[in-house]
């Protein structure tokens, strides 16, 4: 998992800072490199899709997951502080094109 964070100032102008905690799946290269060089508290930039997913626990409660199903991944941290050329892609990754019925801008949203 990994961590994102967002600063903002309250309505009182106080500091406030929320954490989202994030799944992330990685295969292959990008799975050797993260179990290889990051570690707790590693700054990483990851690109992936979302899956979403349901499943039901030993308690027969229906549990919903989101995940980020990483296609590239780069590590922004070493040990010294320099940036590290440690960067993965996912093999034979293509852009995704966006699908065909996507509503122009010219159209209404129907709500």
Known sequence: RI????VY???N???????DWHRIVAWGRLSDVLKEYARKGSRVYV?????YREYEDANG???FVTE????????LDSPG???PDVAAAAPDTE???PPEDIASEDEEIPF
């Open 47 to 51: 690109e992936g899709r979302l899956r």
């Open 95 to 97: 852009p995704l094109e």
């Open 81 to 83: 502080g320099a940036r």
């Open 9 to 11: 100032k309250d309505k």
């Open 61 to 63: 409660q229906r549990r």
């Open 68 to 75: 980020i199903i990483a296609t590239n991944v780069q590590l």
């Open 13 to 19: 102008g106080q500091m406030q800072e929320e954490t």
């Open 3 to 6: 961590a994102t964070n967002y």
